[in-house]
């Protein structure tokens, strides 16, 4: 019997990258996990390598009523859940004197409103004693350049986890985020040229305190201990990040 036997769990962006990562190693130890993507392709790729322990749903968190018809089929596919990683978001870079409306309209309507409903409109479905972990990133706590509005999404997603933990701790529900620094999780390459992929991975290998890139297994762990394991943690934020925020 695996750890996570008869477990119920929904993934926001779980056609990829951290999201399937984390649905892999649920699925593995007895899960059964919902996950979610905007692109019918990657989703139905991800349900070849997850199997029959999970149902993939075609959702942009972006849409309220995509959100509204998500909540309906978890309840429908699962009743309640134990676990809810929203996860789902974007990236984009641009300097600030570049950075157009529309883009930051983007970016705050996937990475801070998907993720505020997305929350809202499961949580009761969470069983007592259930986890919500969100996907922040380092980018809330760093200046770095070109990811104003990418990292203002994600500070908002970091008090949404304190003013959400404060809510829901009547129901029992603990509300936690992990911030991830520079994994490999493929978005560079879908986001940019390969060789510019590259030579950031790099970049962000050589300027990091442990010398690498992360795995997006290691993100998945920390997902997997926020939601089940740390039982008298809520409002955090825990980095995966190889002491890049830290140190």
């Known amino acids: 019997m695996g750890e996570y036997e008869g477990k119920k769990v929904v ?17 593995a130890e007895g899960a059964r996990v919902l996950v979610t993507g905007r692109d019918r392709d990657a989703l139905d790729a991800a349900a070849r390598q997850l199997g029959d322990g999970a149902v993939t749903v075609r959702a942009d968190v972006a849409e ?5 018809a998500l909540a309906d089929r978890v309840k429908a596919e699962f009743g309640t859940v ?17 950075t157009s409306e529309e883009l930051f309209d983007r970016l705050m309507a ?4 998907g993720a505020y409903f997305t929350v809202q409109k499961l ?8 986890g919500v972990v969100f ?28 003013s959400f933990a404060r809510e829901l701790l009547p129901r029992g529900v603990r509300v936690n985020a ?5 994994i490999d999780s493929g978005i560079l390459e879908r986001t940019m040229p390969r060789e510019a992929a590259q030579r950031t991975k790099a970049r962000m290998a050589a300027e ?3 010398g690498r890139v992360g795995r997006p297994e290691e993100v998945a762990r920390a997902v997997l201990f926020l939601a089940f394991e740390a039982t008298f943690t809520t409002g955090a934020e825990l980095a995966v990040d190889g002491g890049g925020s830290q140190l």
Not at 178 to 182: D, F, I, L, N
């Open 82 to 98: 134990d676990a809810l990683f929203a996860n789902a978001g974007i990236n984009g870079f641009a300097p600030f004197e570049e």
């Open 110 to 113: 996937v990475n801070a409103k």
């Open 123 to 130: 949580a009761p479905l969470l069983a007592e004693g259930g």
């Open 208 to 210: 990091n305190p442990m």
């Open 135 to 162: 996907t922040t990133s380092v980018a809330n706590v760093l200046g770095l350049p070109a990811l104003s509005a990418y990292a203002a999404g994600k500070a908002a997603v970091r008090s949404m986890t304190r």
């Open 178 to 182: 992990v911030s991830p620094g520079p």
């Open 11 to 27: 993934i926001t962006g779980g056609s990829s990258g951290l999201g399937l990562a984390t649905a892999r190693l649920l699925v």
């Open 64 to 68: 309220p009523a995509e959100i509204d």
